[in-house]
Nanobody, 125 residues
Framework: QVQLVESGGGLVQAGGSLRLSCAAS????????MGWFRQAPGKEREFVGG????????YYADSVKGRFTISRDNAKKTVYLQMNSLKPEDTAVYFC??????????????????WGQGTQVTVSS
């Protein structure tokens, strides 16, 4: 069993930055692939980005590529999402998730086994 707790969300103006953190407990964090997803009101949960256990593979959704960066610190059992040049359309609840069984980070929510409770990000225009 893996528990995840996100933090760092908030209200920011368009063009601003936020860094989300996701702290893990339980399991063996250094062996797991991690992902970030987001869900806006009335929309389905969508993939934002993923990182493998060794930080050697990173995927991003086209909508955030070049603006968002995923990183991880295995010693701290934490994964980060640095979000720059934020846009109003980035407004959503952001979730981190653990993928314990696939070789590379999945891009579907169904690839992930454990989820955090989410943190709200609101970008004002």
């Amino acid at each position: 069993q893996v528990q995840l707790v996100e933090s760092g969300g908030g209200l920011v103006q368009a063009g601003g930055s936020l860094r989300l953190s996701c702290a893990a407990s339980g399991g063996t964090f250094s062996r797991y692939n991690m992902g970030w997803f987001r869900q806006a009101p009335g929309k389905e949960r969508e993939f934002v980005g993923g990182i493998n256990y060794a930080s050697s593979i990173r995927y991003y959704a086209d909508s955030v590529k070049g603006r968002f960066t995923i990183s991880r610190d295995n010693a701290k059992k934490t994964v980060y999402l640095q979000m720059n040049s934020l846009k109003p359309e980035d407004t959503a609840v952001y979730f981190c998730a653990v993928d314990v069984h696939t070789r590379n980070p999945g891009i579907s929510q169904y690839d992930y086994d454990y989820w955090g409770q989410g943190t709200q990000v609101t970008v004002s225009s």
